[in-house]
C-alpha cells in the first residue's frame, strides 16, 4: 500500500461516519435517566461529538473542541417562565444549519430559538450528503466558539451599537410545549434571543425607532425614493466591531434596520446587527483545516494578529457596497480610535466572564480576553485597510424617481461626486444633496454611478492629470449625460453603459459611448439575489 493510499484509507476510517449516529443523542450528560419535572437546570454539553483524539486533532484542528464537549450547567426551556407572561409556538425557522423557530410572548414580541449546534447536511450537493465529505464539512462547526454569542452584548453596548441578548438553555428530551416544532429541539441547547423585525418588536435598544425591517425590504425603500437613507457611519461602526470579534459571516440577511425620522421627511435607517454564530472563529490549526483556509479566504481565524480584512469582509461585500458609499476614511480612522477607548479592559473581562459559562471561562477565558486586547491595539490600522479595500470600487447610486449627478474633476487628488434630487431647489440647492464625496485616483480606481429609474442626468467637468474611471449606468428610463471633462495623457476615463435608444450623450474627449441594445446592460442588483 502507498503512503497516499494509507494516509486516505486513514482519513475514511477515521472520520467516516453514517448521518444517523453522528450527533450526541442528546445534549444532558445523564440522557438516560428521566429529568425530574421540576428540574430547573441540568448538566450538558453544546456537542462531545466533536471530540476527537490525537489523529483527528492533528488532520482537523483542536478548535474549540473541548468547550464543545466541556459538561455546563443551564437552565432547562420552559416556555411558560422564560420571559414574562411565557411564550408560544409561532412558526419553523427556514434555516439551513440550525434547528430554529419564532416563538411570540404575551405582550406580541417574537423570539428567535435555535440550537447552538449546526448541520450543514441540506447545504451540500445530494452526491457529497454521506461519508467522509460530509464527516469533514460537519466537524467544521467546531471551529465556532459554541457560547461566543454570549460574551457579545456587553462588548457591542460599550460600542454604541444595539444588540440582542441571547441566552442559552437546555430543552428537555420530553418538552411538548413548542408545538409542531417540539420534537426538533428535544434534548438540545438552544438559544433564545429577542428579534428586531416588525414594529412590534420595537423596544430596548431600538426604542423611538419608526419601523424594523430585514435588508431587502431596507434597500428596496431606500432605492424606491430619496426619502430614505442608510446611515453610514453607523454602519462602518458595526463592521468594525465585526472585524474585532472576527465575525466574516455578515452578509445581508445577518442584519436588520431601525428606522428613524429625520427633517424634511426623511427616514435614516441604522443597522441592528444578529446572529453571533461565528464570533471567535477558530479554524487552521488542523492539516486539512489549514488546508481548506489557504483555498477559502473567509475562513479566518480569530487571532492576536488580524489575518486578513479581505477574508472577514468577504461574505459581507454585497451590503457594505451599499452602505460604506459616502463613508470617507476620516470616518473609519475616528470610529476605529473611538471604539479602542470604549472597549476597555474592563468591559471586555466582564464581557467574557459573564458570556461564558463558568466550565468554559476556566478553558477558554483568558486566552480569549488577551486576544481580544490585542486586536483592540490594531483597530486604528485595521480600519485603514478596510477603507482602503471598500475605496477600489465605489457603487454610487440613485433611486427610481429623478436625479442629477455631478462629477467634478477638481484636482488630481480630488474627484467629487454629488448626487442632487429633482427638480432642484434652485434658492437652495443644499437642500436637494442627496450624496456627496471625494475621490482620490490613489485609493479609488473606479466610481460606479445608478441612475436606476426616473429621467436621470449626469454632468462631468473638469481638467485634471489623475482622476478615477467614471463608470455611467442610467438605467430604463431616458437619460441625459454630459462630459466636458478631460485627463490630461489619459483617454476614455468616462464610461456610459446604456440602451442606444432613449438616450442623450453629449461626449467629451474622456467619453467611451458603451451604449448597446441589450436592455440588461444596466441591469442592478436591489436585493442580493442578483436580478
Not at 426551556?77 to 411565557?86: D, E, K
Not at 419608526?210 to 430614505?228: F, G, I, N, T
Amino acid at each position: 500500500m502507498t503512503p497516499r493510499t494509507t494516509l486516505l484509507a486513514t482519513l475514511l476510517v477515521t472520520f467516516g461516519c453514517s448521518r444517523n449516529t453522528y450527533f450526541q443523542p442528546d445534549a444532558r450528560l445523564a440522557f438516560r435517566t428521566p429529568l425530574p419535572s421540576t428540574a430547573d437546570s441540568a448538566q450538558v454539553t453544546a456537542g462531545r461529538h466533536y471530540h476527537r483524539g490525537p489523529l483527528g486533532r492533528f488532520f482537523l484542528g483542536r478548535h474549540y473542541r473541548t468547550s464543545w464537549a466541556q459538561p455546563v450547567t443551564l437552565p432547562v426551556f420552559n416556555p411558560q417562565t422564560a420571559v414574562p407572561g411565557g411564550l408560544r409556538f409561532g412558526k419553523i425557522g427556514g434555516g439551513f444549519q440550525t434547528t430554529s423557530m419564532t416563538l411570540v410572548g404575551a405582550d406580541g414580541r417574537s423570539y428567535a430559538l435555535r440550537s447552538l449546534d449546526k448541520d450543514p447536511y441540506r447545504t451540500l450537493p445530494k452526491v457529497l450528503r454521506q461519508g467522509f465529505v460530509l464527516t469533514i464539512v460537519r466537524d467544521a462547526t467546531s471551529a465556532g466558539m459554541p457560547y461566543g454569542a454570549f460574551v457579545v452584548p456587553p462588548l457591542a453596548a460599550a460600542a454604541g451599537l444595539p444588540h440582542t441578548t441571547p441566552r442559552a438553555f437546555y430543552v428537555r428530551a420530553d418538552e411538548q410545549g413548542l408545538g409542531s416544532a417540539s420534537e426538533r429541539f428535544q434534548g438540545k441547547v438552544v438559544l433564545l434571543e429577542e428579534k428586531y423585525e416588525g414594529k412590534q418588536n420595537i423596544a430596548g435598544p431600538v426604542a423611538g425607532a419608526l419601523d424594523l425591517e430585514e435588508s431587502e425590504d431596507v434597500l428596496a425603500e431606500r432605492y424606491a425614493s430619496p426619502k430614505h437613507q442608510l446611515d453610514g457611519n453607523a454602519y462602518v461602526r458595526a463592521r468594525l466591531l465585526d472585524l474585532w470579534l472576527g465575525d466574516w459571516d455578515r452578509h445581508e440577511g445577518q442584519w436588520s434596520w431601525a428606522a428613524y425620522a429625520q427633517p424634511g421627511g426623511r427616514t435614516l435607517w441604522k443597522p441592528v446587527p444578529q446572529d453571533r454564530d461565528q464570533v471567535f472563529f477558530r479554524f487552521d490549526d488542523g492539516l486539512v483545516s489549514w488546508l481548506a483556509s489557504k483555498l477559502v479566504a473567509k475562513f479566518r481565524t480569530f487571532s492576536p494578529r488580524f489575518e486578513s480584512v479581505e477574508g472577514y469582509t468577504r461574505n459581507a461585500a454585497f451590503m457594505d457596497e451599499r452602505a460604506l458609499a459616502a463613508v470617507p476614511r476620516s470616518e473609519y480612522l475616528r470610529t476605529a480610535r473611538e471604539l479602542q477607548q470604549r472597549l476597555t479592559d474592563s468591559v471586555i473581562v466582564r464581557a467574557v466572564r459573564q458570556g461564558l459559562p463558568p466550565e468554559v471561562f476556566r478553558l477558554e477565558g483568558p486566552r480569549l480576553i488577551s486576544t481580544l486586547q490585542a486586536r483592540r491595539a490594531q483597530l486604528p490600522a485595521v480600519a485603514g485597510t478596510f477603507y482602503q479595500l471598500k475605496a477600489r470600487q465605489v457603487l454610487v447610486a440613485g433611486t427610481d424617481a429623478a436625479e442629477r449627478f455631478v462629477v467634478e474633476r477638481r484636482a488630481d487628488t480630488a474627484t467629487v461626486v454629488s448626487v442632487y434630487s429633482l427638480p432642484l431647489n434652485q434658492k437652495n440647492p443644499g437642500t436637494s444633496l442627496l450624496y456627496q464625496r471625494s475621490f482620490n485616483p490613489t485609493d479609488t480606481r473606479t466610481v460606479l454611478l445608478h441612475g436606476l429609474e426616473g429621467k436621470d442626468e449626469f454632468v462631468l467637468t473638469g481638467h485634471v492629470r489623475k482622476s478615477p474611471f467614471i463608470d455611467i449606468y442610467g438605467g430604463p428610463d431616458e437619460d441625459t449625460v454630459q462630459d466636458s471633462s478631460q485627463v490630461a495623457g489619459l483617454r476614455k476615463r468616462t464610461r456610459f453603459f446604456d440602451t442606444k435608444r432613449n438616450n442623450v450623450l453629449e461626449p467629451g474627449p474622456e467619453t467611451k459611448d458603451r451604449t448597446q441594445h441589450d436592455v440588461l446592460s444596466h441591469a442592478f442588483d436591489r436585493d442580493g439575489s442578483g436580478r
